[in-house]
């Protein structure tokens, strides 16, 4: 049997990499939408200005800014699929169950 005190720390090192997770998790988010908010605009406006004015180094950059643009996405794609293929999944309260050899629910420990 576990004593209280290993369960004090088990629970708060869950409750500090659950607390990690979310703060990762907003970042990437908050971060990851700012960039492509500003890589649209940025993209948005110099394509606006080639095709009033085309000039051979702005065509370059919308080129080279649009090849940046699939290259981070493909990273990013990339990325997101092998954090899902390593990631632990989460268990259902029925595959606990199942695991733990068997335990029952309270509710059904009094019929």
């Not at 971060?31 to 394509?47: E, F, K, M």
Request: proline content about 4%; aromatic content about 6%.
């Amino acid at each position: 049997m576990e004593s209280p005190d290993t369960r004090e720390v088990d629970t708060e090192s869950i409750a500090t990499e659950a607390r990690e997770a979310r703060i990762t998790r907003w970042f990437g988010t908050v971060v990851n939408t700012r960039l492509l908010v500003t890589g649209y605009l940025v993209s948005g406006s110099l394509a606006v200005e080639v095709q009033r004015r085309p000039k051979k180094a702005k065509v370059t950059a919308l080129m080279v800014l649009n090849m940046f643009s699939l290259l981070l996405g493909l990273c990013a794609m990339i990325t997101y699929g092998l954090q899902m293929a390593i990631e632990p999944k989460l268990l259902t309260w029925e595959q606990e169950v199942s695991y733990d050899g068997g335990a029952r629910r309270p509710s059904e420990e009094s019929k």
